[in-house]
């Protein structure tokens, strides 16, 4: 089946600090997305990202699907950038998704 | 537009007490899934739908029945809860065309089984 695995499970950074996170998936997946969950709870989507490299403001986020594995960059980091980072694997066409376990991340003023 | 739009927000049972936990949006998705989340976990996928009349197993369906009758709602209910379904319920709705997957998801619902 799909697995997807994440590090680091938890990253505590100074506001201003740059911070990429990893996401590991098996080889059947061709459906990468990324999540941030809010300490409120709310879930975000942020990407679609089954390979190359897209951004959106200070987030950006590359998939390398060859080696499997995606990366999700945050720069210049705010109190509000924390939360939960979620990385989902699935088969394009399929509407079952899996879900590592997240990074925590925490940002300090 | 209110998205994706669950109740209750939060719920006691107590063991072998039945409920449904309601869910609608109204962007007009095809596809509508429940996931569950529990402490320090990611989420894992209960049941989903492709479509008005269609539903499907995810992960974790056991204990659990759903139905789709209009494309706006997908309720799920708790058949006889168990201390084990305690968790936070999620219901997603997701767009997806070409180059564009997308889900939205709700508030969630903080279910609590004693």
């Known amino acids: 089946g799909i697995q997807v695995e994440q590090s680091p499970p938890d990253l505590i950074l100074q506001e201003g600090a740059n911070s990429t996170l990893r996401c590991n998936f098996s080889?059947?997946?061709?459906?990468l997305q990324w999540f941030h969950q809010n300490p409120w709870g709310q879930l975000i989507n942020l990407f679609y990202?089954?390979?190359g490299t897209k951004q959106n403001g200070r987030l950006s986020a590359t998939t390398v699907a060859t080696e499997r594995y995606s990366l999700l960059y945050i720069s210049s980091s705010q109190t509000t950038d924390s939360g939960v980072y979620f990385c989902?694997?699935?088969?394009?066409?399929?509407?079952?998704?899996?879900f590592g376990q997240g990074t925590r991340l925490t940002i300090n003023p | 537009n209110a998205g994706v739009t669950q109740t209750p927000k939060f719920q006691v049972l107590k063991t072998g007490q039945s409920m449904t936990l309601q869910c609608a949006q109204d962007?007009?998705?095809?596809?509508m899934s429940w996931y569950r989340q529990d402490p320090g976990m990611g989420l894992r996928l209960i049941h989903y739908?492709?479509?008005?009349?269609?539903?499907d197993q995810g992960e974790v369906p056991n204990g659990y029945n759903v139905s789709r009758s209009t494309t706006e709602d997908f309720p799920l209910r708790l058949l006889s809860a168990a201390p084990s379904q305690t968790s936070v319920y999620f219901c997603?709705?997701?767009?997806?065309?070409?180059?564009?997957?997308?889900?939205?998801f709700g508030p969630g619902t903080r279910l609590t089984v004693l």
């Open positions: 997603a709705s997701r767009y997806t065309r070409e180059e564009i997957d997308t889900q939205y």
């Open positions: 080889d059947s997946v061709n459906n």
């Open positions: 990202i089954p390979s």
């Open positions: 989902a694997g699935g088969i394009q066409g399929a509407q079952k998704l899996v």
């Open positions: 962007m007009n998705h095809e596809y």
């Open positions: 739908s492709v479509g008005a009349g269609i539903t």
